[in-house]
């Protein structure tokens, strides 16, 4: 063997999380919460044609008939753990992804075919979204369907008083002559972000109506209420990111921050506004947004999503929101706002494999100065959704992952989390059942 035919590295890292194990999140989340997110597309798809039929188009009723349909045995494929099909639809990524089941690795012994509950968590779910994009692009009528649209409107709807308070604070805050109080104003806004995603429309779909309410009513109000989370931010690097960018305000240069985005609604929102502070204060020349080129994970922001967004702003009633939205069309206008597409974020893949599978978009990311990664699913990505040890060093579970600095904002609605002192995980484990699941704990990590 010469040396250019070695053989390839073992791989030390821990094992994904995966649904091989009863009672399990993993395992719950495949069994009972992914059917139960396929029941409301359905739901919302026998409305529409509901709708159709009382409007006498026949050709549409039968054809969301016909997604129906396909979305009751996609369901049921996934209640009885058969065996994962191949995408076959007109979209760019079926490479990848029939790449990625033909060789994504069984991890339940003796099982030789890959099924819904024997294959990596992160890989299964990721599926399942893709799977119902692809019924829709199949269909005749309804290959740009977003099947998300209406519980994503009635969320934003919902936090429309959070976003007037937010909007009010930012309005107010106009001078950088004392440091202290732009930290202040730094540290009021990176939380905003960070518990802006407390709210995942992807995690509450067995919910009552009434229940999704009062639960979308949990999002951050006030700073009075922000202030009592605090304690719940289990690993917070913030100081370590301010040091770092008010480096960069104070050096004058051109620079990038690109926030990988999560959820639409108030978390956009939030978004936006430390986006705006950091484009105000000169942190940065320009701002960098990647959404989601396909509807995601419910709430997860595409373009449509983004522009929908400020639209709302501008045509609101509460000055101060109407006023950032027309800002923020300006900033759009001139460039300092720049919004970002690419397949592989809707694709399974965990952010070691970024370079490899991705170059073009890994380069884009290179030239930030700083890469925000927001919620629970970039969070996974980033560790690779391994059994990681609660006090793995985040850059050591991150597997080298560093095309620029980053930090992720992250609230934790998955049971996988890194870089806790130790204690701290069997503190929470003794006096909080479900902490690591709840969306009530965060945390603010960075890699600089």
């Not at 054809?63 to 049921?76: G, P």
């Not at 819904?116 to 119902?132: D, E, F, N």
């Not at 702003?313 to 006023?323: A, E, F, Q």
């Not at 759009?332 to 397949?343: Q, R, Y």
Request: proline letters at 3%.
């Amino acid at each position: 063997m010469t040396n250019n035919d070695s053989p390839p590295a073992l791989d030390l890292r821990p094992t994904p999380l995966s649904g091989i194990h009863r009672g399990t999140f993993a395992y719950l989340t495949i069994k009972e919460y992914m059917p139960g997110l396929l029941d409301k597309v359905i739901d919302y798809v026998r409305t529409l044609n509901t709708q159709y039929k009382d409007a006498m188009d026949s050709s549409k009723a039968e054809d969301a008939e016909e997604i129906v349909s396909k979305l009751c045995m996609l369901k049921d494929e996934i209640l009885t753990n058969q065996s994962l099909k191949k995408i076959n639809d007109s979209a760019d990524d079926n490479e990848i992804w029939n790449k990625l089941i033909e060789n994504t690795p069984i991890l339940a012994i003796n099982e030789t075919e890959p099924t819904w509950l024997t294959v990596a968590w992160l890989h299964c779910q990721c599926y399942m979204y893709r799977r119902i994009i692809e019924v829709l692009l199949v269909s005749k009528f309804h290959t740009t369907l977003d099947p998300y649209i209406q519980q994503k409107s009635d969320a934003f709807q919902s936090s429309i008083e959070a976003m007037q308070v937010l909007a009010g604070y930012l309005s107010n805050f106009k001078s950088v002559e004392d440091e202290s109080k732009l930290y202040e104003s730094f540290e009021v806004l990176l939380e905003y972000s960070l518990w802006s995603n407390k709210c995942d429309l992807s995690i509450l779909v067995e919910e009552k109506e009434g229940e999704q309410v009062e639960e979308n009513d949990k999002q951050v109000k006030s700073t009075e209420e922000q202030n009592n989370l605090k304690a719940n931010i289990i690993c917070n690097h913030k100081d370590e990111v301010w040091t770092y960018l008010n480096r960069m305000r104070l050096s004058n240069e051109k620079s990038i921050i690109t926030f990988v985005l999560d959820n639409a609604g108030f978390e956009l929102f939030s978004d936006l506004c430390l986006a705006d502070f950091l484009l105000t204060f000169k942190f940065c020349t320009e701002v960098h947004f990647h959404v989601k080129c396909i509807p995601w994970f419910v709430s997860d922001t595409t373009a449509k999503d983004f522009f929908w967004t400020i639209e709302q702003c501008v045509n609101s009633t509460d000055k101060n929101v109407s006023n950032l939205g027309k800002k923020w069309v300006g900033y759009l206008d001139d460039n300092l706002l720049v919004i970002i597409e690419d397949k592989f974020w809707t694709s399974a893949y965990d952010y070691s494999m970024l370079e490899q599978e991705a170059p073009s978009l890994y380069s884009k990311l290179s030239k930030s100065k700083l890469i925000l990664f927001k919620g629970d699913l970039n969070y996974r990505k980033l560790v690779g959704d391994l059994n990681w040890p609660y006090t793995t060093d985040i850059k050591e579970a991150s597997s080298g992952f560093f095309p620029a600095p980053w930090c992720t904002l992250r609230t934790l609605k998955a049971d996988i989390v890194v870089g806790l002192d130790p204690g701290v995980s069997e503190e929470l484990d003794r006096t909080v059942d479900t902490w690591m699941n709840s969306g009530n704990y965060g945390v603010v990590q960075c890699c600089i």
